[in-house]
């Protein structure tokens, strides 16, 4: 049976302060008025049934995300007790998901990106799935083709060409240098592909993978499905989880696996507009702009003799005003106002922990 993991754990600090623990990035209503994590949800339609979809996320958003999905039953919501990165995320859902089916075929999918148009994400991802029905040694991963030489991405270095627009990948290389990320996008999308963080794989393979890269995890989690049906679930998911190895599953599981000839990992081309939500600037991309390119996410504002700037309230009686502005970010919340430079916009992620250094939770 086709399954789907929607990973939904992440806390989206560069888009602070309206990005909180309480409502993290993937639950704001960026789009129309609905939340990364509804428009991941909706993708999959046609795909996999609400039933056989699970999202994993953190254990205190359980409440605001079975409101966000209304379609998504209690049973199917993974609450992590606290973040372990994402090889421990994918670890869980495949645990449980083999419980019911191992040998179930998995698509992982991130719910802090935007992916247009819908049609042909659909028609990617089913391909990923056949191939691994074909093949169920092989771990698909998913490739977007480069249009700048982003150094904040990870690329996966593509061999021989399997079929068409699916290789096999010889190397996940991690967030280049300026001139390597260069060199990899003049080399063009035949041989270097963004990596996504979206894959396909039998539940069954993936997890005797974990069992011979990472043991540690892969114990862990063991136990913890071993117990999912008993009075002992809640018990060792609390004691069990914050214990595992923090680690991705690129370094834990992909590379080795690369490198393994036990089973094989594909890339299958995505051709389409990706766009990770992880900052302002990206942020700003999906916004409505006037004439002088200014992003526009705040009812009520006034901008003279201003370009470039984006401006963002969550009150929508507030005025935001300026003045002979050029490439700012200004973000207003009822407790906190952001005013940065764009090209400074990376470290948000630093001011955020400067903020919590000398105020505590209060603002975060």
């Known amino acids: 049976m086709r399954f789907a993991l929607i990973l939904a754990g992440g806390s989206g600090v560069r888009l602070w302060p309206v990005s909180r623990k309480s409502t993290p990035k993937q639950l704001l209503p960026v789009i129309d008025g609905k939340s990364l994590l509804r428009l991941a949800w909706e993708r999959l339609d046609g795909l996999t049934p609400c039933s056989h979809r699970l999202v994993c996320a953190s254990e205190q958003h359980r409440r605001r995300i079975l409101e966000a999905l209304p379609d998504l039953s209690g049973d199917r919501f993974l609450g992590e007790p606290v973040g372990r990165d994402t090889l421990n995320a994918v670890g869980f859902g495949a645990a449980i998901i083999a419980r019911e089916d191992p040998e179930a075929v998995i698509a992982v999918l991130t719910a802090d990106h935007i992916i247009r148009p819908v049609e042909t ?171 002088k390119g200014n992003a526009l996410a705040a009812a009520r504002h006034v901008l003279e003799d201003t370009c470039g700037v984006l401006v963002v309230s969550t009150d929508p009686q507030h005025l935001i005003s300026t003045i002979g502005c050029r490439d700012l970010i200004i973000v207003h919340t009822p407790d906190a106002t952001l005013i940065c430079r764009a090209d400074q916009a990376e470290a948000v992620k630093k001011l955020q922990q400067e903020v919590a250094r000398l105020y505590g939770d209060e603002y975060l």
């Not at 136990?223 to 060792?236: F, G, M, P, V």
């Not at 590379?255 to 990206?282: H, K, N, Q, T």
């Open 121 to 291: 994400f659909r028609r990617v991802l089913a391909r990923g799935f056949e191939v691994v029905e074909r093949s169920p040694q092989t771990l698909v991963t998913f490739g977007i083709a480069p249009d700048h030489p982003a150094t904040g991405y990870g690329y996966l270095e593509l061999g021989s060409e399997l079929e068409p627009e699916v290789w096999v990948v010889n190397q996940f290389r991690e967030k280049p240098d300026a001139a390597t990320a260069r060199r990899f996008f003049e080399a063009g999308p035949q041989r270097y592909l963004w990596n996504s963080g979206m894959f396909v794989w039998r539940a069954r393979t993936l997890l005797d993978c974990i069992r011979r890269y990472a043991p540690e995890s892969f114990q862990g989690l063991s136990e913890i499905a071993a117990a999912w049906e008993t009075s002992e679930r809640d018990k060792l998911l609390g004691e069990i989880y914050p214990t595992l190895p923090k680690i991705s599953v690129d370094f834990a599981v992909m590379e080795p696996a690369s490198r393994d000839p036990a089973v094989r990992v594909a890339a299958v081309a995505m051709p389409l507009e990706w766009l990770d939500i992880g900052s302002w600037p990206a942020f700003a991309k999906t916004c409505r702009k006037d004439e």
